[in-house]
Every structure is written in structure tokens, then in C-alpha cells.
């Protein structure tokens, strides 16, 4: 799995995606023309104007060489600023396989390393699989509001991180196959590598027990640390040095 910055090349995958994407998910609440009047109206001929914009991040997330999904992100207000992940979209095909919360934790990252102090994400009320994603990952409610698709009104749920753990930790779980083993990763115990962070990996969901740490450029758990905390990925060569900083990483 690659998550990297999109591109002009990659407007037509973008406006593909979002189509298979809301048809997928939306038609029970959405009309069919409605959804292409939204598509138009995000993902038209502005579309390339968003992507050179320096508030707005678009991220792309492929496997195996083909586009999964995107999330769409933007920065507002300034000191303190908030991160606001507007949609993210995953195809059909590659939902259930961690590809969403993958996104969504770069996604993450990729706000609070732009100056965001929060994060905040939006999702149709109707959405009910939206709704629990963002639940399921570490999000509470906190606000609705008034959102505009085509010609129609629709409500739209606002989260926010929920209440740190008492160390400060993101919530965010996720159960994860690496290396032939079944773990659990823990998105919030995050330290700094060279490539991408690594994650602390545990052999339950209740994080009693820790596993291994998951390298977040590889997704392997393939990795030697020495007495010193350094970390190295034995596939890829992402590196972890011990610092008295990393609790402050996330």
C-alpha cells in the first residue's frame, strides 16, 4: 500500500473513485442525478484549482499499482488552526481491507504536519457506515451543520477526537494481517521513522500485550530494535531513532 500526494494525472482516477464511491454507499438518501450534479460540482473542471491550492490536501492511496480511494482535507484558520477531512473515499473493491483507516490516519498525520492543532471530520447523517467508521476510530460527535449537494439540503455530522487516553494516546485500532499473524494496531502510539512512523502493534484488541512494532511504510512487523530503542524495518529500511521527542510526535 503507497499513500502519497495527488496530482493533476490523477483527476479523472479522483472523480472515478468518488462516483463508485457515493453510488456505492449514498443512493438510498441520494438520487442518482443528484450524485452527478455532486460529482460536477467537487470534482469538475475546479477540480485542478483544489489540487494546486496550498489549504487543501488530497491524498492518494493505491495498491498494487491501481487507485483505492483519496481523502480530501483542507486547513483552516490560523494560530491554532483546525485539520478538516471533507470526504474520504475508498472504491468498493478495497473496502475491508484496512484501506480506509489507513487513509484516514495519514490523513491524520498529514494535517496536524501542516500546523493543525484538531481535527475535525464530516459525514452525511444518513451515512450510517460513515457514522460508525468514524466512531470505530478513535471520533465522537460534536456538532451538525447544513451542507448543500446539487440542489438539496442534507445534515451533515461533524466528529472530533475523542478524550485522549490518560497517556495521551489516539484511539485509533485497527486489526491488521502482517507477516502471516493476525495484530492489532494501535495508530496512536506512534514514533517517528525515516520513511513513515512506526506503530506499536499488540497481540489482542485490549493492548495488553505488545507484539512487535508495525511499520507504517510497509506494513510489516519485520523490524530489529537494539539496546539503544533504534528501530530498523528489515524489508524496507525505515529507521526509528530514540529521542526524548517522541511522545510528542501525535
Known amino acids: ?37 455532486a460529482i460536477e460540482q467537487w470534482y469538475g473542471d475546479s477540480l485542478t484549482d483544489e489540487l494546486a491550492d496550498d489549504h487543501t490536501l488530497f ?11 483519496f481523502s480530501q482535507s483542507e486547513v483552516v484558520g490560523q494560530h491554532p488552526s483546525t485539520g478538516h477531512l471533507l470526504w474520504l473515499h475508498v472504491h468498493p473493491d478495497h473496502r475491508g481491507d484496512a484501506t480506509g483507516v489507513r487513509l484516514l490516519v495519514h ?27 468514524y466512531r470505530s476510530h478513535g471520533f465522537n460527535r460534536a456538532d451538525q451543520r447544513e451542507v448543500e449537494i446539487g ?25 491488521v494481517a502482517a507477516d502471516g499473524e493476525t495484530i492489532y494496531v494501535s495508530y496512536g502510539e506512534a514514533t517517528r521513522g525515516t520513511q513513515s512512523p512506526f506503530y506499536t502493534a499488540y497481540e489482542s484488541p485490549d493492548r495488553n500485550d505488545i507484539y512487535a512494532w508495525f511499520c507504517g ?19 524496507c529500511g525505515n529507521r526509528r531513532k530514540a529521542t526524548r521527542w517522541d511522545a510528542s510526535y501525535l
Open 217 to 235: 511504510n510497509c506494513d510489516s512487523v519485520d523490524n530489529a530494535m537494539d539496546a539503544m530503542g533504534r528501530i530498523e524495518c528489515n524489508r
Open 107 to 133: 490523513t491524520r498525520e498529514a494535517l496536524l504536519e501542516e500546523g493543525a492543532d484538531g481535527i475535525r471530520c464530516f459525514v452525511l447523517a444518513d451515512n450510517e457506515g460513515g457514522n460508525e467508521f
Open 1 to 37: 500500500m503507497e499513500i502519497r500526494h495527488a496530482t493533476d494525472s490523477d483527476a479523472d482516477a479522483i472523480r472515478s473513485i468518488a462516483h463508485d464511491s457515493l453510488n456505492s454507499t449514498y443512493t438510498d438518501f441520494l438520487a442518482e442525478e443528484t450524485i452527478d450534479e
Open 59 to 69: 491524498l492518494i492511496v493505491e495498491r498494487d499499482g491501481e487507485i483505492a480511494g
Open 151 to 175: 440542489s438539496e439540503t442534507f445534515t451533515e455530522n461533524v466528529y472530533v477526537e475523542g478524550d485522549l487516553e490518560d497517556d495521551g494516546e489516539w484511539g485509533a485500532v485497527d486489526e
